[in-house]
C-alpha cells in the first residue's frame, strides 16, 4: 500500500527549480518553440520579453500541461512532467494566470477564489482561510463579494493572481498578466509580482511585452 494523501489532496514536495529543457513545439509545421531551455527557481522573477506569435504562450501552455512539446523535457525538481495533466502539476505546485480572464463571471470574487483552492483538494475551511488572506493582500477585500463579471480589469488581473496562489504554489507563470491595464496601474501590479515571489516565496516566469513591468 501506498502512502496516504496529504490532508490537503495536494501532491507536494519541496520543489526549488522548474525547469525546461530542449523544448520544441510546431503546429502543422509552423515552428512555434525550437530547442528552448529555461530553469526558473523559487524566489527569483524572470522576465521573458518577445512581440506577438514569438511564441510566449506556447511555453507558458507547455510549461503548465495546457500543451505537450513535440520534444524535449519539463522538470518540477528531480521528476520528469512532461506528460502530465494541468490538473495534475497545479496539484504539485504549478500554476498560471492567463492572458484571457478564465474567472467564473456569475461567481464572486471570494467565491471563485475558494473554487480554485477546492479544485485541487484543499479542504473547504482552508480555502476560506487562505481565500480572505488573499484577498487582503491583494487589495480585493472590498470587492469580495462582487461578481467575477463585473469588475474593472485591473482588478480582474488581480483576481487571476490569487486564484493561482491560494493552491499555494512553488511556481506562478504569468502570461501578458498586463496587457489591457492603464499605464498607471502597471506599477502597482509590479508590486502583486513581487509580493509573489517575497511573501509567497514562489518563482515567477513573468511573460510580457511590457517593459514598464
Known amino acids: 500500500m501506498g502512502d496516504p494523501a496529504p ?3 495536494i501532491e507536494r514536495r519541496p520543489e526549488e527549480t522548474l525547469r525546461a529543457s530542449a523544448v520544441s513545439r510546431s503546429f502543422e509545421g509552423v515552428q512555434a518553440l525550437q530547442d528552448v531551455t529555461l530553469e526558473l527557481h523559487r524566489r527569483e522573477v524572470v522576465g521573458l520579453v518577445g512581440p506577438n506569435g514569438a511564441g510566449k504562450s ?3 501552455n507547455v510549461f503548465t500541461g495546457f500543451d505537450l512539446p513535440s520534444s524535449g523535457t519539463v522538470e518540477l525538481g528531480d521528476r520528469d512532467i512532461t506528460g502530465w495533466s494541468a490538473h495534475r ?5 504549478l500554476t498560471r494566470t492567463f492572458q484571457h480572464s478564465r474567472s467564473l463571471r456569475a461567481l ?3 467565491e471563485n477564489v475558494e473554487v480554485a483552492a477546492l479544485g485541487v483538494g484543499v479542504r473547504t475551511r482552508e480555502a476560506r482561510r487562505r481565500a480572505g488572506e488573499l484577498l487582503e493582500l ?3 477585500t472590498d470587492l469580495a463579494d462582487a461578481r467575477a463579471g463585473a469588475l474593472a480589469q485591473g482588478d480582474e488581473r488581480r483576481l487571476g493572481v ?8 512553488a511556481f506562478v507563470l504569468m502570461d501578458e498578466p498586463a496587457a489591457g491595464l492603464p499605464e498607471a496601474e502597471v506599477p502597482e501590479f509590479a508590486e502583486v509580482v513581487r509580493s509573489v515571489r517575497d511573501d509567497h516565496r514562489a518563482g515567477v516566469l513573468l511573460i510580457d511585452h511590457n517593459m514598464a513591468l
Open 58 to 60: 506556447t511555453l507558458v
Open 7 to 9: 490532508a490537503s489532496g
Open 162 to 169: 490569487a486564484r493561482a496562489l491560494v493552491t499555494e504554489p
Open 108 to 110: 464572486s470574487v471570494r
Open 89 to 93: 502539476r497545479a496539484r504539485s505546485g
Open 138 to 140: 491583494l487589495g480585493l
